[in-house]
T-cell receptor
């Protein structure tokens, strides 16, 4: 079966611009989460959507937002980009509803570079 | 406040020997722990997990041990193979609070042949 698909794979944006990243989960998965990975920082949780509702949110500024559509596909948006937003953005989907994190499947990520 | 810590940024092991990766956590609410493996330019891949009601879980060459009193878990890989060379992330979650994983900073494992 198809895995988690993230588009685009690579993106270069200018400081001050805004960007939208897309994530298509595994068919049947209703939970989609987003993470930011920067060197030496591990993966930082951004937010989780389940059945079109934001269920969890991490400690990121309001410039980071997301949404989920009825087909479970999700987008995240970053407005007024800063140099520090350069990172690998990862999306993960899960069938599990119990919140154990078990069975998370990650996409390959979108590498965002802000210049 | 870093709730999940992997204090060893890197580890080098000879092929065929045991690799032991360590992870400490501070939040007593965590009740599920997972290990992920990541290659460059790819997303993390799930390896093995353990519930807080257990102290050990095995899957082939991979074993995870959990010491709740010490808030410590470890991943053992036996025997280590060159293909195991990757970044290993420890993660924790609290069931009932949605799918939010808290990750450590990762440990780079190099298996030398």
């Amino acid at each position: 079966k198809a895995g988690v698909t993230q588009t685009p794979r690579y993106l270069i944006k200018t400081r001050g611009q805004q960007v939208t990243l897309s994530c298509s989960p595994i068919s049947g998965h209703r939970s989609v989460s987003w993470y930011q990975q920067t060197p030496g920082q591990g993966l930082q949780f951004l937010f989780e959507y389940f059945s079109e509702t934001q269920r969890n949110k991490g400690n990121f500024p309001g410039r980071f937002s997301g949404r989920q559509f009825s087909n479970s596909r999700s987008e995240m948006n970053v407005s007024t980009l800063e140099l520090g937003d350069s990172a690998l953005y990862l999306c993960a989907s899960s069938l599990n509803q119990l919140g154990t994190g078990y069975g998370y499947t990650f996409g390959s990520g979108t590498r965002l570079t802000v210049v | 406040d870093q709730q999940v810590k992997q204090n060893s940024p890197s580890l080098s092991v000879q092929e065929g020997r045991i690799s032991i990766l360590n992870c400490d956590y501070t939040n007593s609410m965590f009740d599920y722990f997972l290990w992920y493996k990541k290659y460059p330019a790819e997303g993390p891949t799930f390896l093995i997990s353990i519930s807080s009601i257990k102290d050990k879980n095995e899957d082939g060459r991979f074993t995870v041990f959990l010491n709740k009193s010490a808030k410590h878990l470890s991943l053992h890989i036996v025997p280590s193979q060159p293909g195991d060379s990757a970044v290993y992330f420890c993660a924790a979650s609290t069931s009932g609070y949605g799918n939010k994983l808290v990750f450590g900073a990762g440990t780079i494992l190099r298996v030398k042949s």
